[in-house]
Each structure stands twice: as C-alpha cells, then as structure tokens.
C-alpha cells in the first residue's frame, strides 16, 4: 500500500528555518517525481515545489525561490524540504506527494502543520 508520511512541521517565528521530509513507501522510489504543496486556511492547495526522479531538476513556486530547497535520497526513500527565511505566509498544511507519471501528483501524504509567528 503506497504511503508517504510528513515529519519536520512545527511552529517556528519570522525568519527562522524548518526542513520538512517526506518517507515514501510506494515502490521504486526512484521511479517517481516528489513534490510538496500547501494549503493556508481557507485557501486552495498551491504547488511549492517539485523534483525529478534522479533528482536533477527542482522546480520552486515564485514565492519559495531563493528561501526553500528540495531534495531527494533515493536510498533512503526520502524528499526533503529545506525551508529558510520563513514568514507568516508560509503558514499552512504541507503535504508531500508522488506522480508516477509526468507530473501527474495522485499519491498524497496526510499532511504536516507549519505555522510561522510574526
């Protein structure tokens, strides 16, 4: 059964740092892209961020680059989400999620809490 589980949310003030990770257990790890999203209260879930299955290429929402890193241990089965510079903007549910094909996310984890005081 395809399961990806967040750890690493919490509650940090402006400026500070979290880094998020994502353990999968959906088969070939390597087989799949990684991604994060988020959802703020009352908002739509927003794609943050996306890596290829070799970890060769991330792609970041405008409003992470130059704050947030992806990346991606393939022997571990793992993604991670280093994310610097945080403000209350940031605050929401980050999920972390699994596209076999494409970039097609339909495994999704069950959510980690990030909330960022000002």
């Known amino acids: 059964q395809a399961q990806l589980v967040e750890s690493g949310g919490g509650l940090v003030q402006a400026g500070g740092s979290l880094r998020l990770s994502c353990a999968a257990s959906?088969?070939?790890?390597?087989?799949?892209?990684m991604g994060w999203f988020r959802q703020a209260s009352g908002k739509e879930r927003e794609f943050v961020a996306d890596?290829?299955?070799?970890?060769?290429?991330?792609y970041y929402a405008d409003f992470v680059k130059g704050r947030f890193t992806l990346s991606r241990d393939n022997a571990k089965n793992t993604v991670y989400l280093q994310m610097n510079s945080l403000n209350p903007e940031d605050t929401g549910v980050y999920y972390c999620?699994?596209?076999?094909?494409?970039?097609?996310?339909?495994?999704w984890g069950q959510g980690t809490q990030v909330t960022v005081s000002s």
């Open positions: 890596i290829t299955r070799n970890g060769s290429g991330t």
């Open positions: 959906i088969g070939t790890f390597s087989n799949y892209a």
């Open positions: 999620a699994a596209a076999r094909d494409g970039r097609k996310y339909n495994f």
